[in-house]
């Protein structure tokens, strides 16, 4: 069980005038919410309005500056790799992945093209063995041990009818990389292309395979404990419940989860490393020195939310153009909404989410996945995390916690920063 340590909350960081309704949203969740550290930052055309950081246990060592576990966030830092390769010329979205991978055959795997595994439908959402985290450092991808897994596996799609659209939580980002370092002309991994492309030019926190200097630097992530979310959830909320949701709520939505459940094929997969008993594993540095884009990319909610404010600006930030028009637009191109056995996601063939209204008629999964983000792009993490950005509103919008709220399916608590960041731009 994970400790859950209350004290002198310190809250650190400024908005901008207007927004200063944002601080006290972020004041009020420190106080009443059960977080322990966390990061907001949010910028809008261009300028950075909101930069808050906070410690709900008087944690000095906890900085806007630390980088934390971004969980499935780090999807769309894969999905912004993908897109400069396409905006140079070098990857097509329609194109099968052999023809950038030619031992990407067999099992069903010929027809597979980019956009299907960007869009959770490549038929891998789970690797038949774990895999050891030694095998995920730069130098050993780049030998192909994670490759030559790839290449020998079979697709498998859930047991349902036609539903080839199934949540790939960690092996989405293993099989990009082997197609990101294969497309590359200098066969860099995604999480070179990070450092050199984004982070050293851009300034920003994006870091995926943490380098043994860094490791000091990463605020180690922590589930809620099992007895103090029982208990919160059957508080009401006005006496002063710690989680977002109440326990019938949480019940009626997970009863409507369970059907994709029974059907998943990551039912009886092993766990994503060698050794991993719980979700803390994410803290070793073992893992934290690996890449795995989709489930293990570390990042400060200021490095995130630059990415995302050059995203919302077509690719460019200060002058500087990070990602081609063309790479820009394709990745936002054709999004297709389809059932991932939690609502309708709307992937493009880039690989982001575009979040839509969602009216009355909906299912409420849906309302909450979707109402308080419209019309921005991204993805989320589990626990928490939300990396994403608002190209018509110009808002670029991370929030980054080290408390895993396991319970908060959609990452509402995140929702409602950004819910209230529109309503400060009268939007």
């Not at 002309?185 to 492309?197: C, V």
């Not at 630097?217 to 508080?235: C, D, I, M, Y």
Request: hydrophobic share 40%.
């Amino acid at each position: 069980m994970s400790d859950y340590k209350k004290g002198p909350i310190r809250i650190e960081g400024s908005v901008a005038p207007g927004f200063e309704s944002v601080k006290a949203l972020y004041v009020d969740q420190m106080q009443r919410s059960a977080e322990q550290n966390t990061q907001l930052c949010v910028y809008h055309r261009g300028e950075r309005v909101v930069d808050l950081w906070a410690s709900a246990s008087g944690d000095q060592h906890f900085t806007a500056d630390s980088v934390v576990n971004i969980f499935s966030s780090g999807k769309s830092l894969a999905s912004i790799a993908m897109a400069w390769l396409v905006g140079k010329g070098l990857l097509a979205y329609d194109a099968r992945v052999s023809a950038y991978w030619p031992e990407f055959v067999g099992g069903g795997k010929d027809d597979l093209t980019v956009a299907d595994v960007l869009r959770h439908e490549g038929g891998m959402a789970a690797f038949p063995k774990a895999l050891d985290p030694q095998d995920l450092r730069t130098e050993s991808i780049k030998q192909n041990k994670v490759g030559e897994l790839i290449e020998g596996l079979s697709l498998r799609f859930p047991e349902e009818d036609g539903r080839k659209r199934e949540y790939h939580a960690v092996t989405r980002g293993w099989i990009l990389n082997e197609i990101f370092r294969r497309a590359d002309p200098a066969s860099r991994t995604i999480g070179e292309f990070l450092r050199d492309d984004l982070r050293g030019p851009l300034g920003a926190d994006v870091i995926m395979g943490v380098s043994e200097a860094e490791l000091g630097r990463v605020s180690a992530v922590k589930l809620l404990p099992a007895g103090l979310l029982l208990r919160e959830t059957f508080k009401p909320a006005f006496l002063g419940r710690k989680t977002m949701h109440g326990a019938w709520q949480l019940f009626g939505r997970l009863a409507k989860l369970l059907p994709a459940m029974r059907h998943s094929t990551m039912r009886k997969a092993p766990p994503p490393f060698r050794g991993m008993k719980r979700v803390e594993s994410f803290n070793e540095a073992a893992v934290a020195m690996g890449e795995t884009p989709s489930a293990a990319a570390n990042a400060s909610a200021r490095g995130l939310a630059k990415v995302a404010a050059m995203m919302a600006a077509g690719g460019t930030f200060e002058g500087r153009e990070y990602i081609s028009r063309e790479g820009w637009s394709a990745l936002h191109d054709h999004p297709q909404r389809a059932s991932m056995g939690f609502g309708g996601s709307n992937f493009t063939q880039g690989g982001v989410n575009l979040f839509t209204h969602q009216g009355p008629e909906a299912s409420e999964i849906d309302q909450a996945f979707n109402n308080g983000r419209v019309g921005f792009y991204g993805w989320m993490g589990f626990g928490g995390s939300v990396f994403q950005w608002n190209p018509e509103q110009e808002i670029g919008f991370a929030f980054v916690p080290t408390a895993l709220h396991v319970l908060d399916l959609f990452n509402e608590r995140g929702e409602a920063y950004q819910a209230e960041v529109l309503r400060c731009i009268g939007k």
